[in-house]
Protein backbone atom coordinates (compact mmCIF):
# COMPACT_ATOMS: atom_id res chain seq x y z
CA UNK A 1 0.00 0.00 0.00
CA UNK A 2 2.57 2.17 0.96
CA UNK A 3 4.97 1.53 -1.99
CA UNK A 4 1.61 2.25 -4.12
CA UNK A 5 0.70 5.20 -2.66
CA UNK A 6 4.45 6.46 -2.97
CA UNK A 7 4.47 5.64 -7.14
CA UNK A 8 1.27 7.84 -7.24
CA UNK A 9 2.42 10.51 -5.54
CA UNK A 10 6.00 10.56 -7.54
CA UNK A 11 3.50 10.38 -10.50
CA UNK A 12 1.74 13.45 -10.15
CA UNK A 13 5.03 14.97 -8.83
CA UNK A 14 6.18 14.37 -12.48
CA UNK A 15 3.24 15.28 -14.53
CA UNK A 16 3.29 19.14 -11.95
CA UNK A 17 6.98 19.92 -12.85
CA UNK A 18 6.34 18.68 -16.44
CA UNK A 19 3.16 21.04 -16.97
CA UNK A 20 5.32 23.66 -15.18
CA UNK A 21 8.11 23.28 -17.31
CA UNK A 22 5.94 23.13 -20.62
CA UNK A 23 4.12 26.69 -19.65
CA UNK A 24 7.06 28.38 -18.45
CA UNK A 25 8.66 26.96 -22.36
CA UNK A 26 5.66 28.31 -23.93
CA UNK A 27 6.75 31.12 -26.86
CA UNK A 28 4.37 34.03 -27.15
CA UNK A 29 2.22 33.95 -29.73
CA UNK A 30 0.56 36.93 -31.88
CA UNK A 31 -1.99 35.02 -33.13
CA UNK A 32 -3.17 34.65 -29.75
CA UNK A 33 -2.25 38.17 -28.51
CA UNK A 34 -4.35 39.56 -31.21
CA UNK A 35 -7.12 37.01 -30.83
CA UNK A 36 -7.31 38.84 -27.24
CA UNK A 37 -6.78 42.43 -28.01
CA UNK A 38 -9.83 41.74 -30.77
CA UNK A 39 -12.37 40.20 -28.23
CA UNK A 40 -11.96 43.28 -25.82
CA UNK A 41 -12.64 45.46 -28.77
CA UNK A 42 -15.73 43.50 -29.73
CA UNK A 43 -17.22 43.21 -26.47
CA UNK A 44 -16.66 47.30 -26.25
CA UNK A 45 -18.08 47.78 -29.78
CA UNK A 46 -21.26 45.38 -28.90
CA UNK A 47 -21.67 47.40 -25.32
CA UNK A 48 -22.44 50.38 -27.58
CA UNK A 49 -24.47 48.95 -29.97
CA UNK A 50 -27.88 49.76 -28.19
CA UNK A 51 -26.72 52.97 -26.16
CA UNK A 52 -28.35 56.08 -28.29
CA UNK A 53 -31.41 53.94 -27.42
CA UNK A 54 -31.06 53.33 -24.22
CA UNK A 55 -29.89 57.16 -23.28
CA UNK A 56 -33.27 57.97 -24.92
CA UNK A 57 -35.41 55.53 -22.65
CA UNK A 58 -33.86 56.90 -19.66
CA UNK A 59 -35.09 60.34 -20.25
CA UNK A 60 -38.08 60.40 -17.84
CA UNK A 61 -36.46 57.53 -15.21
CA UNK A 62 -33.46 58.31 -12.94
CA UNK A 63 -32.70 54.76 -11.97
CA UNK A 64 -32.56 54.11 -15.80
CA UNK A 65 -30.26 57.33 -16.14
CA UNK A 66 -28.04 55.45 -13.13
CA UNK A 67 -28.03 51.38 -14.98
CA UNK A 68 -26.88 53.99 -18.48
CA UNK A 69 -24.04 55.58 -16.54
CA UNK A 70 -23.19 51.75 -14.49
CA UNK A 71 -23.00 50.39 -18.17
CA UNK A 72 -20.31 52.82 -19.47
CA UNK A 73 -18.25 53.15 -16.60
CA UNK A 74 -18.83 49.39 -16.75
CA UNK A 75 -17.35 48.83 -20.58
CA UNK A 76 -14.53 51.78 -19.71
CA UNK A 77 -13.47 50.00 -16.95
CA UNK A 78 -13.45 46.43 -18.81
CA UNK A 79 -11.36 48.06 -21.50
CA UNK A 80 -8.32 49.47 -18.97
CA UNK A 81 -8.32 46.27 -17.17
CA UNK A 82 -7.71 44.28 -19.91
CA UNK A 83 -5.05 46.61 -21.25
CA UNK A 84 -3.45 47.08 -17.41
CA UNK A 85 -0.01 46.77 -16.65
CA UNK A 86 -0.20 43.12 -15.27
CA UNK A 87 -2.58 41.78 -18.30
CA UNK A 88 -2.41 39.28 -20.31
CA UNK A 89 -1.96 41.25 -23.36
CA UNK A 90 0.49 43.71 -21.69
CA UNK A 91 2.71 40.98 -20.79
CA UNK A 92 2.43 39.21 -23.90
CA UNK A 93 2.91 41.89 -26.07
CA UNK A 94 6.32 42.56 -23.76
CA UNK A 95 7.56 38.79 -24.22
CA UNK A 96 6.42 39.03 -28.23
CA UNK A 97 9.07 42.52 -28.42
CA UNK A 98 11.95 40.31 -26.55
CA UNK A 99 11.54 37.80 -28.71
CA UNK A 100 11.65 38.92 -32.04
CA UNK A 101 14.16 41.15 -30.87
CA UNK A 102 16.27 38.04 -30.46
CA UNK A 103 15.34 36.59 -33.35
CA UNK A 104 16.12 39.80 -35.36
CA UNK A 105 19.70 40.46 -33.31
CA UNK A 106 20.06 36.27 -34.35
CA UNK A 107 19.30 37.02 -37.80
CA UNK A 108 21.33 40.13 -38.58
CA UNK A 109 24.48 38.44 -36.79
CA UNK A 110 24.17 35.32 -39.24
CA UNK A 111 23.97 37.89 -42.42
CA UNK A 112 27.12 39.57 -41.69
CA UNK A 113 28.59 35.22 -43.38
CA UNK A 114 25.46 35.39 -45.41
CA UNK A 115 23.74 38.54 -46.70
CA UNK A 116 20.71 36.03 -47.55
CA UNK A 117 19.60 36.41 -44.08
CA UNK A 118 19.18 40.54 -44.44
CA UNK A 119 15.91 40.45 -45.72
CA UNK A 120 14.73 38.51 -42.81
CA UNK A 121 16.45 40.75 -40.25
CA UNK A 122 14.95 43.40 -41.96
CA UNK A 123 11.21 41.72 -41.70
CA UNK A 124 11.38 41.17 -38.22
CA UNK A 125 12.95 44.78 -37.55
CA UNK A 126 9.51 45.79 -39.46
CA UNK A 127 7.37 43.39 -36.88
CA UNK A 128 8.93 45.36 -34.30
CA UNK A 129 8.10 48.48 -35.47
CA UNK A 130 4.52 47.56 -35.55
CA UNK A 131 4.81 46.13 -32.05
CA UNK A 132 6.21 49.38 -30.57
CA UNK A 133 3.28 50.77 -32.20
CA UNK A 134 1.13 48.62 -30.81
CA UNK A 135 2.61 48.85 -27.13
CA UNK A 136 2.37 52.62 -28.10
CA UNK A 137 -1.33 52.37 -28.63
CA UNK A 138 -2.25 50.57 -25.91
CA UNK A 139 -0.31 52.49 -23.45
CA UNK A 140 -2.13 55.43 -24.95
CA UNK A 141 -5.77 54.08 -24.68
CA UNK A 142 -5.16 52.53 -21.53
CA UNK A 143 -4.45 56.34 -20.28
CA UNK A 144 -7.64 57.53 -21.89
CA UNK A 145 -9.56 55.03 -20.66
CA UNK A 146 -8.85 55.30 -17.08
CA UNK A 147 -9.39 59.36 -17.67
CA UNK A 148 -12.60 58.59 -19.15
CA UNK A 149 -13.73 56.14 -16.04
CA UNK A 150 -12.88 59.47 -13.90
CA UNK A 151 -14.91 61.57 -15.81
CA UNK A 152 -17.74 59.04 -15.21
CA UNK A 153 -17.65 58.75 -11.56
CA UNK A 154 -16.83 62.60 -11.20
CA UNK A 155 -20.35 63.14 -13.36
CA UNK A 156 -22.58 60.26 -12.36
CA UNK A 157 -23.53 62.46 -9.23
CA UNK A 158 -24.25 65.64 -11.29
CA UNK A 159 -26.38 63.99 -14.08
CA UNK A 160 -28.19 62.60 -11.61
CA UNK A 161 -28.95 65.82 -9.82
CA UNK A 162 -30.48 66.89 -13.05
CA UNK A 163 -33.06 64.03 -13.17
CA UNK A 164 -33.87 64.90 -9.29
CA UNK A 165 -34.21 68.60 -10.73
CA UNK A 166 -36.51 67.72 -13.41
CA UNK A 167 -34.23 68.72 -16.15
CA UNK A 168 -33.89 65.65 -18.26
CA UNK A 169 -33.08 66.96 -21.49
CA UNK A 170 -29.79 68.15 -19.16
CA UNK A 171 -29.23 64.76 -17.88
CA UNK A 172 -29.18 63.36 -21.44
CA UNK A 173 -26.69 66.02 -22.61
CA UNK A 174 -24.12 64.74 -19.37
CA UNK A 175 -24.97 60.95 -20.75
CA UNK A 176 -24.67 61.58 -24.53
CA UNK A 177 -20.96 63.59 -23.57
CA UNK A 178 -20.10 59.92 -21.94
CA UNK A 179 -21.25 58.17 -25.18
CA UNK A 180 -19.51 60.22 -27.36
CA UNK A 181 -16.20 59.57 -25.56
CA UNK A 182 -16.65 56.14 -25.50
CA UNK A 183 -17.48 56.47 -29.50
CA UNK A 184 -14.36 58.07 -29.74
CA UNK A 185 -12.54 54.72 -27.11
CA UNK A 186 -14.46 52.33 -29.66
CA UNK A 187 -12.62 53.89 -32.73
CA UNK A 188 -9.12 53.83 -31.20
CA UNK A 189 -9.51 50.11 -30.26
CA UNK A 190 -10.22 49.50 -34.00
CA UNK A 191 -7.21 51.21 -34.79
CA UNK A 192 -5.29 48.91 -32.07
CA UNK A 193 -6.65 45.81 -33.28
CA UNK A 194 -6.02 47.30 -37.02
CA UNK A 195 -2.30 47.27 -36.19
CA UNK A 196 -2.07 43.98 -34.14
CA UNK A 197 -3.11 42.00 -37.43
CA UNK A 198 -0.43 43.71 -38.84
CA UNK A 199 1.86 42.82 -36.29
CA UNK A 200 1.05 38.94 -37.39
CA UNK A 201 0.98 39.47 -41.21
CA UNK A 202 4.55 40.68 -41.96
CA UNK A 203 5.60 37.98 -43.73
CA UNK A 204 9.48 36.50 -42.98
CA UNK A 205 11.29 35.60 -45.68
CA UNK A 206 11.79 31.84 -45.99
Same mark, same amino acid.
Request: glycine share 4%.
Given at each position: ? !? $???????????????? +? /?????????????? *?? $??? #??????? !??? !????? &? =?? /? &????????????????? &???????? @?????? =???????????????????????????? *??? =? +?????Q???????? #????? !??? /?????? @??????? #?????????????? $????????V? /?????LN????? =???????????????
Amino acid at each position: M !T $KTLTALLAGLLILTLG +A /AVAQGTRQPDMANL *FQ $KVN #RVALELQ !TNL !TDLEA &S =IQ /A &SRDSIEQGGRVLDGMLA &SVTRVQQS @MAEDSE =IWQELGALLELWEERRKATLERSEANPA *FLP =I +AQAWQQRLETARTL #RNQIS !TER /ANATAL @MRAIEAD #RDIVLAYYELGQAD $KAIEGLKKVG /ANLANLNRNMQV =IVETANAAQQTPIPQ
